[in-house]
């Protein structure tokens, strides 16, 4: 017993340069603990800190995660030094590391850029519907790599961050109000009075369909065979599509309910006599 502790001891007496494996051991262990410590006691205050600022998911994931980054290099500075590693090694050694990691990692560092140009510049959130780097959907969560955004048919689509920054940005949900734009037809044996009558209706009917501002009923063109007539309504964002397809809908039914007669092509053929 007592040989295997001398030899115990002779092994965490080891030394490389003046750097003993015990002394590594102890750094090990010292870190654990702090990194237990971070997740267990210092987690939850730093959630109480956030909360009395009420920032958003973005803002709030962004700010944990720096948080505790910087808490970690803290803690390798402390049990650096307490080993016999000096800060200054240990700067220049993270420093070098730095640097060769960026350099592997372009990518991944512009997407973490553009991250934090989200954060700032605050382009959309979790929740609206946008359009980005050619796709549509519910921004679902946005990190410090990517954003994820749920598509309509429910696939979760990933958009690196540089993707998502580098184009046009549509935010269908940053204003309160969304405005739908339909069009619909009525044959030329049709009045003018009857069909904006009709289309009213059928606006007055539709739950989701606002009232104020007024809906908008004009003629917008001409084909063969029926006049072509502009619908503008405005509904709340987030009942865009709801207003779109009942508004739809509700239009075929109060034309068909005013006797509104929609234009059928026709062709007259004439024979003439030899």
Same mark, same amino acid.
């Given at each position: 017993?007592?040989?295997?502790?001398?030899?115990? #001891? #002779?092994?965490?007496?080891? !030394?490389?340069?003046?750097?003993?494996?015990?002394?590594?051991?102890?750094?090990?262990?010292?870190?654990?603990?702090?990194?237990?410590?971070?997740?267990?006691?210092?987690?939850?205050?730093? &959630?109480?800190?956030?909360?009395?600022? !009420?920032?958003? /998911?973005?803002?709030?994931?962004?700010? =944990?995660?720096?948080?505790?980054?910087?808490?970690?290099?803290?803690?390798?500075?402390?049990?650096?030094?307490?080993?016999?590693?000096?800060?200054?090694?240990?700067?220049?050694?993270?420093?070098?590391?730095?640097?060769?990691?960026?350099?592997?990692?372009?990518?991944?560092?512009?997407? @973490?850029?553009?991250?934090?140009?989200?954060?700032?510049? =605050?382009?959309? =959130? @979790?929740?609206?519907?946008?359009?980005?780097?050619?796709?549509?959907?519910? /921004?679902?969560?946005?990190?410090?790599?990517?954003?994820?955004?749920?598509?309509?048919?429910?696939?979760?689509?990933?958009?690196?961050?540089?993707?998502?920054?580098?184009?046009?940005?549509?935010?269908?949900?940053?204003?309160?109000?969304?405005?739908? $734009?339909?069009?619909? =037809?009525?044959?030329?044996?049709?009045?003018?009075? $009857?069909?904006?009558?009709? @289309?009213?209706?059928?606006?007055?009917?539709?739950?989701?369909?606002?009232? &104020?501002?007024?809906?908008?009923?004009? /003629?917008?063109?001409?084909?063969?065979?029926?006049?072509?007539?502009?619908?503008?309504?405005?509904?709340?964002?987030?009942?865009?599509? &709801?207003?779109?397809?009942?508004?739809? #809908? !509700?239009?075929?039914?109060? !034309?068909?309910?005013?006797?509104? /007669?929609?234009?059928?092509?026709?062709?007259?053929?004439?024979?003439?006599?030899?």
């Amino acid at each position: 017993m007592n040989q295997i502790l001398a030899t115990a #001891q #002779q092994i965490l007496d080891f !030394k490389v340069g003046n750097i003993s494996v015990g002394s590594v051991l102890q750094g090990l262990i010292l870190m654990a603990i702090f990194n237990r410590l971070i997740s267990m006691i210092m987690g939850p205050i730093i &959630d109480k800190i956030l909360d009395r600022f !009420k920032l958003e /998911v973005t803002v709030r994931g962004f700010t =944990k995660a720096l948080i505790k980054v910087i808490l970690n290099f803290v803690a390798i500075c402390v049990v650096a030094e307490s080993i016999g590693i000096p800060i200054a090694s240990v700067l220049a050694v993270i420093g070098m590391l730095g640097l060769a990691i960026s350099l592997s990692v372009q990518g991944a560092l512009s997407n @973490v850029a553009n991250g934090f140009m989200i954060l700032i510049t =605050k382009p959309f =959130k @979790v929740g609206d519907y946008v359009a980005i780097a050619g796709i549509e959907g519910f /921004v679902k969560e946005i990190n410090m790599l990517c954003t994820k955004v749920l598509s309509i048919d429910n696939k979760l689509i990933i958009v690196p961050n540089s993707e998502a920054m580098g184009g046009k940005i549509t935010n269908f949900s940053s204003e309160e109000l969304r405005r739908v $734009d339909i069009e619909t =037809k009525a044959g030329y044996g049709n009045k003018f009075e $009857d069909v904006y009558k009709a @289309v009213l209706e059928a606006v007055k009917d539709t739950p989701t369909a606002l009232q &104020d501002p007024a809906p908008f009923v004009r /003629v917008s063109g001409y084909t063969d065979y029926a006049v072509v007539y502009t619908i503008r309504v405005w509904t709340k964002s987030e009942n865009y599509w &709801d207003c779109y397809f009942d508004l739809m #809908q !509700k239009v075929g039914e109060f !034309k068909d309910k005013n006797g509104v /007669v929609g234009g059928v092509p026709s062709m007259n053929v004439i024979n003439a006599k030899e």
